[in-house]
């Protein structure tokens, strides 16, 4: 079946430390997202990217970086740099235009990060 | 820039009663699409319900309706016949149309009312 996948669910960073969250699409989709869940303040955009090799920043990019060598791969960096990672992550792919349904993303199941 | 605001953090709702949940949004776009989004305690993000701005008909999915005013910027979700697998985080999102441009890719999220569906 066609989906999402999000590795790990669960991932423990000691501060300082970098960690990369891995998502990996087979639905052939374009575009791809990654969201920061907080308790209170619903879902927050950090990167997007359109195409291969290609990709901007959403509304807290600070603290993150991510890549897109292949078009079924978005990696997601936490970097020491981001003051508060602890979070639930999600990653999303949305189908590019003019294929039905090219306006709905699909979510995988999450990554929550826990900085000790 | 967009905004989405739900205006009711939490509400509650008897089982196979009737429940609306309230989402207003900003935007100078004329074409835009309007989303519910289902989150249970999985924590999976599921589709509910999808508005296409254009469209002056409320759609529809089985027991989930909406009450799309596009004057007042309104987008409300009613659940008809309420069931506890109903149980979840809803959000309302906002996304730009394909022909807006800049940023047209970006779904924008409400920060979601906690439904809880009682026995």
């Known amino acids: 079946d066609g989906g999402i996948t999000q590795s790990p669910k669960y991932l423990f960073r000691k501060e300082g430390q970098n960690v990369t969250l891995s998502c990996e699409q087979n639905l052939n989709h374009d575009a791809m997202y990654w969201y920061r869940q907080d308790p209170g303040q619903g879902l927050r955009l950090i990167y997007y990217s359109q195409i291969v090799n290609d990709f901007q920043k959403g509304d807290i990019a600070e603290g993150y970086s991510v890549s897109r060598e292949k078009k079924e791969s978005f990696p997601l960096t936490v970097t020491s740099a981001q003051k508060n990672p602890t979070a639930f992550y999600l990653c999303?792919?949305?189908?590019?235009?003019?294929?039905?349904?090219?306006?709905?993303?699909?979510f995988g199941a999450g990554s929550r990060l826990t900085v000790l | 820039a967009q905004t989405v605001t739900q205006s009711q953090p939490e509400m509650s709702v008897q089982e196979a009663e009737t429940v609306t949940l309230s989402c207003t949004y900003d935007?100078?776009?004329?074409?835009?699409?309007l989303f519910w989004y289902k989150q249970p305690p999985s924590r999976q993000m599921i589709l509910v319900i999808r508005q296409e701005a254009y469209k002056q008909q409320n759609a529809t999915e089985n027991r989930f309706s909406v009450n799309f005013q596009k004057a007042a910027k309104s987008f409300s979700l009613k659940i008809s016949d309420s069931q506890l697998g109903d149980t979840a985080m809803y959000f309302c999102?906002?996304?730009?149309?394909?022909?807006?441009?800049?940023?047209?890719?970006?779904?924008?999220f409400g920060k979601g009312t906690k439904l809880s569906v009682i026995p």
């Open positions: 935007t100078s776009e004329n074409n835009y699409y």
């Open positions: 999102a906002f996304m730009k149309h394909a022909d807006s441009g800049a940023g047209s890719y970006q779904l924008t």
């Open positions: 999303a792919s949305k189908a590019g235009l003019g294929i039905s349904g090219a306006n709905v993303l699909t």
